[in-house]
């Protein structure tokens, strides 16, 4: 999950696109927290380009002072939500490449096929790739076919070939924008989805400030083109690219032939702003029908006399906020927001270990003891994944004095029936946020909880698991139904329309290739070495390791099976692991291709003011 932007202003002459693009940053920092960016264009074709690690208040100062450095009358802006790949400066978006033309751009997606995208890059393009992002090497496939023109100008007809080209090339699900500087005419380059829609992208128009011509802006969400002024929505198709040349407006063709239609549902469960409408959706809309069919179904679950037992219904904060009055309204029993969230601590998806997730939970979450005391509650949530929060959550509810606690999830049970357990979401970026306080970016098919080897547990462990004393989830019918029935009245009809939901079932639209799987948990296991081994060394040092962390911050560590990271063995300091702290055994002098990668590294593309504090 990223967040996208694009805006191109019809008057050359004006400079503030970085001031609105860095606005709109703000009303999508929900889709990626990790990092984001700005790159503009000036007249003359000079791009300039602000990014870093961090929100959009770091990146841009809380005033929002750098934006003064980024004049122009286009750009593309980026939120970042990391999936393969690391958290270096250097990965943070927009990419750029200065041939052909000038490119910079910005990915939504993931690559299933990266592998053979580097090897042709290296072997036969000659093009370096500098990062373990795969949105690098998106970009410069794109280069490269732009680059087989040998033309000084390129057209919308090489463009558009060039398009062609690259989807025969890349694999997987994407939305993407670009901006082309070095032409005769400027371009909003390229605006494309891929060819089944799993990625949303919404295009808006609005009269320029000086009432001659059209402005243009594209975005993840529409709730950043509304909060901007822009009106007209139009949905970026599957297979879809716009085309925005300098002082003309847009025009779309068809890249690669529409193999369907499925967004991802779980934009509507819980990604999108609940204000958005997503190709033709109303978020709101369709989380107030989650809440009435789930309503039902605890119905079915729930004997009468369990239901008027029930004493006040409580949503878990915040995406659940939409649909529990739903539910309480179908049931006719009281509901009361029995949670304070506090909104100034880190999400718990970004703690590596197991108990400083538990902790998170209880920082981020403080349960009203006078909404709980003595009472039966049924709690309302979007999902159910590790069942981490879950567990603390109910655990909290009984602390304060609730003597019954029913728990009801808006989704249906998250399987991952393998081989492809990372699924579709993981190839389309998306994998590792599954829950609303994102129990862990990590999570491989044993941690889930309604996962066991294929097979469902019966609901009755999962209570159990969670200690609730039951729990209830959606049928997945139902859950699309939901959102099947909360299209806007003004859009256009999709009679193919259905969604990607292999994450609940198993049946995923992109066909994804078994080792890829294997191949994405090796790489963030990697990449999240360094990262556990100073938890562990940390969580050591205040006294509050548990068994696994003194074994990781005394031995070291290491990937084992499925990416996961383990204590490493004396057998694996033999190989060359990860190093233990001091007083462990001696270790033998390491390669310098062993040694431990730079925790940071900044991006070598352009100036990039984002890179240092001034």
């Known amino acids: 999950m990223c967040g996208i932007l694009a805006l191109i202003q019809a008057n050359a002459r004006d400079t503030s696109v970085a001031t609105e693009l860095h606005e709109a940053l703000y009303f999508l920092q929900h889709r ?30 809380e005033d929002g002072s750098r934006v003064a450095d980024l004049p122009g009358y286009m750009g593309i802006g980026h939120l970042r939500y990391p999936t393969a790949g690391t958290s270096a400066n250097a990965e943070a978006q927009p990419f750029y490449v200065n041939s052909p033309y000038g490119i910079c751009f910005a990915h939504n997606g993931n690559l299933i096929n990266a592998t053979a995208l580097k090897r042709f890059l290296d072997f036969e393009a000659h093009r370096h790739i500098n990062t373990e992002s795969d949105s690098e090497l998106m970009l410069n496939i794109f280069a490269n076919e732009l680059n087989e023109t040998g033309k000084a100008r390129v057209n919308d007809k090489d463009i558009v070939e060039a398009l062609q080209r690259m989807y025969n090339r890349c694999v997987g699900g994407w939305a993407c924008t670009a901006m082309l500087a070095g032409q005769r005419y400027w371009f909003l380059g390229r605006i494309s989805s891929d060819s089944y829609g799993i990625r949303p992208l919404i295009m808006g128009s609005r009269p320029s400030d000086n009432g001659e011509g059209m402005d243009y802006m594209m975005a993840s969400e529409s709730v950043a083109l509304k909060q901007l002024g822009f009106t007209d929505f139009v949905d970026i198709l599957p297979g879809q690219a716009v085309i925005i040349r300098k002082g003309a407006g847009p025009v779309a063709y068809q890249i690669q032939e529409r193999k369907g239609y499925s967004p991802d549902i779980f934009e509507f469960c819980y990604f999108a702003r609940p204000d958005s409408v997503i190709d033709g959706i109303s978020v709101n809309a369709s989380r107030e029908n989650m809440g009435y069919r789930l309503a039902l179904k605890i119905k079915r679950i729930l004997t009468p006399a369990e239901i008027n037992a029930i004493d ?25 927001q029995g949670f304070v969230k506090n909104r100034y601590v880190f999400r718990t998806f970004i703690m590596p270990g197991q108990q400083q ?36 959550i109910v655990t909290m509810s009984r602390a304060a004095g609730a003597k019954k606690v029913y728990f009801a999830s808006c989704a249906p049970p998250i399987t991952y029936k393998p081989p492809a357990y990372l699924c579709a979401r993981e190839v389309l970026n998306l994998s590792n946020a599954l829950h609303a306080d994102f129990e862990s970016s990590q999570a491989s098919p044993s941690e889930l909880i309604a996962h066991d080897k294929g097979a469902n547990r019966a609901l009755e462990d999962i209570a159990k698991r969670i200690g609730a004393d039951k729990v209830i989830f959606q049928d997945l019918e139902d859950l699309k139904a939901s959102c099947s029935e909360a299209v806007v009245s003004k859009s256009t009809p999709r009679e193919e329309r259905d969604f990607e939901v292999g994450v609940f079932c198993g049946n995923y639209v992109t066909p994804v290739d078994e080792g890829y799987f294997q191949h994405i948990e090796e790489v963030r296991g990697e990449t999240r070495k360094m990262k556990v081994l100073e938890k562990a060394r940390e969580a050591v040092a205040n006294g509050w390791a548990d068994q696994e962390e003194l074994e990781i911050a005394t031995k070291g560590i290491k990937v084992a099976e499925k990416g996961k990271l383990v204590p490493a063995s004396d057998e694996d300091k033999k190989g060359g692991g990860y190093p233990a702290v001091n007083g462990g055994e001696k270790r033998r002098k390491r390669s310098r291709e ?4 730079p925790k940071d590294q900044m991006d070598i593309s352009l100036h990039n003011y984002g890179d240092f504090e001034r």
């Open 357 to 392: 997730r538990v902790r998170g939970v209880q920082r981020k979450l403080n349960a009203m003891d006078g909404k709980f005391a003595g009472k039966t509650v049924l709690l309302i949530d979007d999902s159910i994944v590790r069942g981490t929060t879950s567990r603390e």
């Open 594 to 597: 062993e040694k431990s990668p």
């Open 32 to 61: 990626g927290q990790d990092a984001c960016g700005i790159a503009t264009c000036a007249s003359g074709g000079k791009i300039y380009q602000c990014k870093g690690n961090g929100l959009a208040s770091k990146v841009f100062r």
């Open 312 to 336: 006040v219904i409580i949503p878990i904060p915040e995406t659940s906020n939409t649909s529990a009055p739903c539910v309480a309204a179908k049931l006719k029993r009281p509901i009361y």
